[in-house]
Nanobody
């Protein structure tokens, strides 16, 4: 079983910055893609950004140029640097990962989320 634990959310004024972290634990042999999703009240969960083991990155259009995703493969840790935050970025942010655990079994896991609130 793989557990993902997010941290770094909070309340910030528009134009401010936050850095989210997600630590993956468990008997992980390798991760393929790790990513951040967000979900605002009454809306569907959407991809914010994801990154593969070999460094390919994909961003949601509205965050490109403001957010930066990165990962430390040795520490199984994912980051999201969020700059110039806007009120419309307000949402709960979830970490997602998929890969292989010991025994060569695939896994897909979600964290419980961390709240990001941007005031105008």
């Amino acid at each position: 079983q793989v557990q993902l634990v997010e941290s770094g959310g909070g309340l910030v004024q528009a134009g401010g910055s936050l850095r989210l972290s997600c630590v993956a634990s468990g008997d992980i042999r390798s991760t393929n893609s790790m990513g951040w999703y967000h979900q605002a009240p009454g809306k569907q969960r959407e991809l914010v950004a994801d990154i593969t083991t070999d460094g390919r990155i994909n961003y949601k259009d509205s965050v490109e140029g403001r957010f930066t995703i990165s990962r430390d493969n040795a520490k199984n840790t994912l980051y999201l640097e969020m700059n110039n935050l806007k009120p419309e970025d307000t949402a709960k942010y979830y970490c997602h990962a998929d890969g292989i655990i010991a025994g060569v079994s695939p896994f897909e896991s979600w964290g419980r989320g961390t709240q990001v609130t941007v005031s105008s």
